[in-house]
């Protein structure tokens, strides 16, 4: 769909209930006719919060001294990637803090290639694999795709250069976060990335610069959540506002994607789940497709604290949610990205599944 930026902005900063509603409607129609109803899931494991990356609104930031920092064993990702086999949850996510070293890509090649090998064994397509463990060389990423990775998530942040160069220290530079992003695409992943909504500074020019950074690079996937602060980081006691107020933001800006980007994926955040009781209603209703159940072992979740307070509901609770809005999770089915697919003219693999007896 087409939209210009002063209308895309006009939204963005009207208070009208009408206004927003009518939004939502678009994006639900549109999610409907390209994508359906069903809701994709990717088990999420929180392996390591070790970071040595330093940025301000981060609770893993090298810097916080006050978590304890934990790395999960292979053999734990391993019992948690049978568990979400068993929940019939088709694909998994790894996620981590920084660590960039050849060390620890070898640690998660290694889990990587594990999982799909465990996972393949009856016959069936496996896991999907999914990373999001930061910026690495072009070297490391492709050793990790090799692995049998497939997807990953690296989030811009803001790609406004010096909204983003604000929000971090001068040695994390935007540069190097587009490099990467090329590079990931490059190599053949499905690729998303995303922002922050509320951050200190943030303008609705910001977000509808942001919207077409997403179009112009052609991402597969895109993650969006509002920004919580968090108060063991310096942005915490930033006195700048932002323009928006994180809830509505993100479920506006989900929704002006879900019409720019018909058939890309989107995750309904668990920032947003955390930030509203609404979150996983309204995200759906905005043309989010995706969730990520959490997997991480109870006794490690309290030290992921990228943000405070992030809410934690056991799997069947999701479901019945989803359920309970007219969506239903796609049990069996992979769930890549329609555009991946449609981009580099390769029929959808609609084939793919995990075996549980649910084709497409
Ligand atoms: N190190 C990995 C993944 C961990 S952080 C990576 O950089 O990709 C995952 C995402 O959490 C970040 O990209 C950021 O967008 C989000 N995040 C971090 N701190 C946050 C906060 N205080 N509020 C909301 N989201 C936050």
Same mark, same amino acid.
């Given at each position: 769909?087409?939209?210009?930026? !002063?209308?895309?902005?006009?939204? *963005?900063?009207?208070?009208?209930?009408?206004?927003l509603s009518s939004l939502l409607s678009q994006a639900e129609?549109?999610?409907l006719e390209h994508l359906g109803n069903e809701v994709y899931m990717r088990g999420l494991i929180e392996f390591?919060?070790?970071?040595?990356?330093?940025?301000?609104?981060?609770?893993?930031?090298?810097?916080?001294?006050?978590?304890?920092?934990?790395h999960i064993s292979a053999e734990e990702i391993l019992e948690k990637a049978e568990f979400c086999m068993d929940l019939g949850i088709p694909s998994i996510a790894l996620q981590s803090g920084e660590i960039s070293s050849d060390r620890e890509v070898d640690f998660v090649a290694r889990v990587?290639?594990?999982? #799909? %090998?465990?996972? !393949?064994?009856?016959?069936?397509?496996?896991?999907g694999i999914t990373l999001s463990i930061g910026e690495l060389t072009y070297a490391q990423y492709r050793r990790l795709f090799d692995?049998?990775?497939?997807?990953?998530?690296?989030?811009? %942040?803001?790609?406004?250069?010096?909204?983003?160069?604000? +929000?971090?220290?001068? %040695?994390?530079d935007f540069d190097k976060r587009l490099e990467c992003l090329d590079a990931l695409k490059d190599i053949g992943y499905q690729v998303g990335t995303g922002i922050m909504i509320g951050l200190p500074g943030q303008t609705t020019w910001h977000l509808v610069q942001d919207l077409y950074f997403f179009v112009q690079r052609d991402i597969d996937m895109l993650g969006m959540g509002p920004y919580l602060p968090h108060p063991d980081t310096p942005l915490y006691l930033s006195s700048q506002r932002a323009a928006i107020d994180p809830f509505i933001g993100t479920i506006k800006m989900l929704a002006l994607a879900r019409?720019?980007?018909?058939?890309?994926?989107?995750?309904?955040?668990?920032?947003l789940q955390? +930030?509203?009781?609404?979150? *996983?209603k309204l995200g759906m209703r905005a043309g989010g497709n995706v969730i990520?159940?959490?997997? !991480?072992?109870?006794?490690?979740?309290?030290?992921?604290?990228? $943000?405070?307070?992030? #809410?934690?509901?056991?799997? $069947?609770? *999701?479901?019945?949610e989803v359920e309970a809005v007219g969506y239903q999770l796609a049990f069996g089915k992979w769930g890549d990205p329609l555009h991946y697919y449609r981009n580099r003219k390769i029929p959808y693999p609609g084939q793919r599944s995990t075996g549980e007896g649910c084709s497409l």
């Open positions: 769909m087409n939209m210009s930026a !002063t209308y895309m902005k006009r939204i *963005l900063d009207s208070s009208d209930p009408e206004s129609k549109v999610r390591s919060n070790i970071c040595r990356a330093d940025c301000f609104y981060c609770g893993l930031r090298k810097s916080n001294q006050a978590i304890k920092r934990y990587v290639s594990l999982i #799909r %090998e465990q996972s !393949t064994k009856d016959g069936s397509a496996g896991l692995a049998g990775a497939h997807r990953y998530l690296l989030r811009i %942040e803001s790609s406004d250069r010096s909204l983003f160069q604000s +929000i971090h220290p001068a %040695e994390q019409l720019l980007m018909p058939d890309i994926n989107m995750v309904v955040s668990t920032a955390t +930030i509203d009781a609404d979150g *996983l990520m159940p959490l997997l !991480t072992p109870e006794e490690y979740r309290g030290d992921y604290s990228i $943000y405070i307070n992030k #809410r934690f509901r056991p799997f $069947y609770d *999701l479901q019945s």
